[in-house]
């Protein structure tokens, strides 16, 4: 018991650590763009007494004839309703299913985190479905807290399954088993200072590393003092992305054995290379060593997503984010009280590594069930509701009519053609509008066309997760070469792969 105590503890904690480095959270919780950016509610402490998790789940309990079911459901944003917030959505969508079955009552609680949920699990209680991030299920599912769905998908309509963006039900399943079911679909995208671009040479956006190695170059600029005026890039602001790095490097993180890792080594010690190369270009070109730029970062992070944001301000000529970020730049470089109406910004992938494939980086938030819900059947009638395509349409209006991007072709479709129209429409500045038009048929381009990579999911993700963005760290500060990084990733990495074995995802449709 003590031994389980312990773990749930670190798991809660990786629960925090992990869910922007994992996902690419949001610069701006207080507007949430895109539904992967959640509020995050005080963390309560660990339960005295979890439940063992080798206690099987609660078998099937039938409802008696006349029996109303409740079911709840918790979702991880605040319960403001105002401005199309998602706990409207989820409020509306109850309503219409309460109202069109009598055996089920829904109940949407919101403001409930991931700590929440697995607290509640692990007391034995409610919520009967819950949002989690994608890369807890392997944790969750080994210690008995998921219900495995793997039947009901099975059993799914053909048009509910294969409405789903194939990349994402990737994120679902874990060693051949479906524990989740998508709900949002996120990925990290470059935010491009176009007019500092073209005053310096630059009249398209870097096509590969290589390229983008020297436009970085090229956009940096000293004061008269010798001084920090604008960087190209930081390579770790907001964050090292360990989700999105390892995609445009076309890094394979588990060999095809299901065991090694990673599959290349040099591919992976590549990576950090070229980002050690970035720091070493401004110190070798401007004098500015490591700590200089890590100064430089101190200053301009706390500016993100507002009106001194450091790509609006030109103190950066580029930077990766969420695409949550889209709507805010949207908004701020149209409105008059900003004095940023000669700003030109757009966004684009990430450039790939030079001579590999193009790849964009995969996250998003899901839904679970707890193992230990009363009523599974009703329950999963219940997410399947909450899941379908049509659901998604409603939903993806999203807040202050900015769009939100959920993991269904259809939605996707929708944001790109009519609905984004809408939307579009529906700002009071023109301006504004074609901007967020814009922004809604490129990310949808991206999410429907490119091929999006996410971490493995392995029973040992968070570890593996943990490790790189520890070792990374070490590598930026000079403190172990690339390859030390690597072999420290290894060795810490290796024994849980060889205790665990990893069974890829397949996709097919229905």
Same mark, same amino acid.
């Not at 096509?207 to 003092?225: G, R, S």
């Given at each position: 018991m003590k031994k389980m105590k312990k773990l749930f503890a670190v798991v809660l904690a990786l629960c925090m650590v992990l869910a922007l480095a994992a996902c690419g959270g949001s610069d701006n919780p207080d507007t949430p763009d895109t539904p992967n950016t959640p509020s995050t509610p005080n963390t309560p402490s660990t339960p005295e007494t979890p439940n063992n998790p080798e206690t099987p789940s609660t078998p099937e309990t039938p409802a008696d004839p006349g029996e109303v079911v409740e079911v709840t459901v918790w979702h991880q944003f605040g319960e403001t309703t105002e401005n199309g917030a998602p706990h409207y959505y989820y409020t509306k969508w109850a309503e219409e299913f309460n109202a069109t079955h009598s055996n089920i009552h829904v109940t949407v609680t919101g403001a409930k985190s991931a700590t929440d949920a697995q607290t509640a699990i692990a007391g034995g209680s409610t919520p009967d479905i819950f949002m989690n991030q994608w890369n807890n299920a392997p944790t969750w599912a080994n210690e008995g807290g998921l219900l495995d769905l793997t039947p009901y998908y099975d059993a799914a309509p053909a048009e509910w399954f294969n409405d789903f963006v194939p990349s994402v039900l990737a994120l679902c399943n874990f060693n051949g088993k479906y524990y989740s079911v998508p709900n949002s679909i996120t990925t990290t995208v470059m935010f491009y200072r176009d007019d500092i671009l073209a005053e310096c040479g630059w009249d =398209? =956006?870097?096509?590969?590393?290589?390229?983008?190695?020297?436009?970085?170059?090229?956009?940096?600029?000293?004061? %008269?003092? +010798?001084?920090?005026?604008?960087?190209?890039?930081?390579?770790?602001?907001?964050?090292?992305?360990?989700?999105m790095m390892p995609a445009v490097f076309?890094?394979?993180?588990?060999?095809?054995? +299901?065991?090694? #890792?990673p599959a290349d080594k040099e591919a992976v010690a590549y990576m950090f290379e070229w980002i050690q190369s970035v720091y070493k270009l401004y110190e070798d070109e401007f004098g500015w060593d490591y700590l200089t730029v890590q100064d430089f970062a101190s200053t301009v992070s706390g500016n993100r997503a507002s009106a001194s944001d450091p790509v609006l301000t030109g103190e950066l000529a580029m930077r990766w984010n969420s695409e +949550?970020?889209?709507?805010?730049?949207?908004?701020?470089?149209?409105d008059p009280a900003n004095?940023?109406?000669?700003?030109?910004?757009?966004?684009?992938?990430?450039?790939? #590594?030079?001579?590999?494939? %193009?790849?964009?980086?995969?996250? *998003?938030?899901?839904?679970?069930?707890?193992?230990r819900t009363e009523h599974p059947d009703e329950t999963w009638e219940v997410l399947q509701s909450l899941t379908s395509p049509e659901t998604a349409v409603e939903f993806a209006l999203g807040e202050n009519n900015? *769009?939100?991007? @959920?993991? =269904?072709?259809?939605?996707?479709?929708?944001?790109? *053609?009519?609905?984004g129209d809408q939307i579009a429409a529906a700002k009071e500045n023109p301006d504004e509008g074609a901007q967020v038009k814009?922004?809604?048929?490129?990310?949808?381009?991206?999410?429907?066309? #490119?091929?999006?990579?996410?971490?493995?999911?392995?029973? @040992?993700?968070? %570890? @593996?997760?943990?490790?790189?963005?520890? @070792?990374?760290? %070490?590598?930026?500060?000079g403190n172990m070469t690339p390859m030390e990084a690597v072999e420290a990733i290894v060795a810490d990495i290796q024994p849980l792969a060889n205790e665990n074995p990893y069974i890829p995802f397949s996709y097919q449709a229905k």
């Open positions: =398209h =956006h870097p096509a590969n590393t290589d390229e983008l190695l020297q436009c970085i170059k090229d956009c940096t600029k000293a004061d %008269e003092n +010798g001084d920090i005026a604008r960087l190209g890039l930081l390579p770790n602001m907001p964050w090292f992305d360990t989700v076309n890094t394979q993180w588990i060999a095809d054995d +299901g065991v090694t #890792v +949550g970020l889209a709507g805010t730049f949207a908004k701020l470089v149209n004095n940023l109406s000669n700003v030109q910004w757009s966004m684009g992938l990430f450039p790939n #590594v030079t001579g590999g494939t %193009e790849m964009a980086m995969l996250g *998003g938030n899901v839904w679970e069930v707890n193992a900015n *769009g939100s991007f @959920y993991a =269904h072709k259809q939605a996707l479709a929708a944001l790109a *053609g009519d609905l814009k922004n809604l048929e490129f990310l949808c381009d991206v999410f429907a066309n #490119v091929p999006l990579q996410s971490f493995p999911t392995c029973a @040992y993700v968070n %570890e @593996y997760i943990n490790a790189l963005g520890t @070792y990374s760290g %070490e590598v930026f500060a």
